[in-house]
């Protein structure tokens, strides 16, 4: 009997999940753990010193394959166009597409080149537009994603990546976003990491320290950026908000936007610095799950 195929491949896939139980078991108990270490700490909001700093980037170092040159543009820009071709559901027939926050607007160009979509992309700025989308006439625009000056119901589909985290008020972008989609069109956004993550900050090589935010002040990050030359310390570069803002926004959005896919992007990095400076976390954040909340990939309907 346990020759046969089927007990073949259940002797296969048994280890793999008990695996992923036992995993996800740990994984709930490392959050226990750091959540009873908070609510057990004596004396309040605490931030580590600039000699505790320079300790603990001694212990960390980020590791990325996010690049910004060819072919990573390119092979990244077509991973995303195959990304919403499986995520839209009614890709094949809809021509008209927005994206926010496009920054070099490569996922637009090849929307157009090899899908034979009309994208049109818009980003604050326009200096990393890239030439080769711009020479074969994909429109790109610099423009406020708060307040576009687009028609309303001018687009079937919206989509954005990494850019709702940065947005300053994402509240104005999502109210612009439903003015000018379709009813019936489609909004999907996948963004992150979110602000209580363990790299909200976004710092990444240049202050590898995994909840930075939540450890060290403003000023003594600051001080740290100017006196090693880790370039400008810019932390208005995300706009705070956790993953608690972002669910009461779309439920501000009930019976106007449906919900037709969500998912949260989870992460145990970092869990001894909360273990070890529990202090520094009480009281900064909105919820404990806040905290290993890394990103968001959701799919909204416009209601008709």
């Known amino acids: 009997m346990l020759d046969n195929p089927i007990a073949k491949a259940i002797k296969k896939i048994i280890p793999v999940l008990v695996k992923d139980k036992a995993k996800d078991i740990l994984g709930m108990y490392h959050h226990y753990q750091c959540k009873r270490a908070i609510e057990t700490a004596t ?33 990244r820009g077509t991973e995303r166009c195959i990304d919403l071709q499986n995520r839209i559901p009614n890709f094949d027939t809809v021509t008209q597409f927005l994206e926010l926050g496009c920054y070099d607007g490569v996922v637009c ?32 625009m610099q423009m406020d994603a708060q307040a576009t000056s687009f028609e309303d119901h001018s687009f079937d589909v919206i989509f954005s990546y990494d850019s709702f985290e940065h947005f300053s008020k994402p ?53 740290y950026f100017k006196k090693y030359s880790k370039g400008e310390f810019w932390p ?34 970092g869990k001894e610095l909360i273990l070890q400076y529990p202090n520094c976390f009480k009281g900064k954040y909105d919820s404990f799950d806040s905290l290993f909340t890394s990103g968001i990939n959701i799919l909204l309907r416009k209601k008709d």
């Not at 170092?61 to 543009?73: G, V, W």
């Not at 909200?200 to 939540?214: A, N």
């Not at 908000?241 to 896919?261: A, C, H, T």
Request: charged share 25%.
């Open 236 to 269: 208005d570069y995300v706009n705070g908000w956790s993953i608690d803002k972002f669910n009461q926004l779309w439920k501000q959005y009930d019976g106007k936007l449906e919900i037709v896919d969500y998912k949260k992007i989870l992460v145990s990095t």
């Open 171 to 223: 509240d104005l972008v999502l109210k612009d976003a439903y003015r000018v989609l379709k009813p019936g069109g489609y909004m999907y956004l996948d963004f992150g990491p979110l602000y209580p993550s363990p790299w909200g900050l976004h710092t990444y090589s240049s202050l590898p320290v995994p909840y930075c935010q939540f450890l060290f002040s403003q000023s003594t990050m600051k001080d």
């Open 43 to 75: 004396g309040g909001p605490t931030w580590l010193n600039e000699e505790e700093l320079l300790s603990l980037v001694t212990r960390y170092t980020f590791e990325s394959n996010y690049q910004y040159e060819e072919p990573a543009l390119y092979k």
């Open 109 to 140: 160009y090849l929307l157009n080149k090899n899908f034979k979509k009309q994208a049109t992309g818009i980003d604050w700025r326009d200096e990393a537009f890239d030439k080769e989308a711009l020479k074969n006439g994909t429109r790109l």
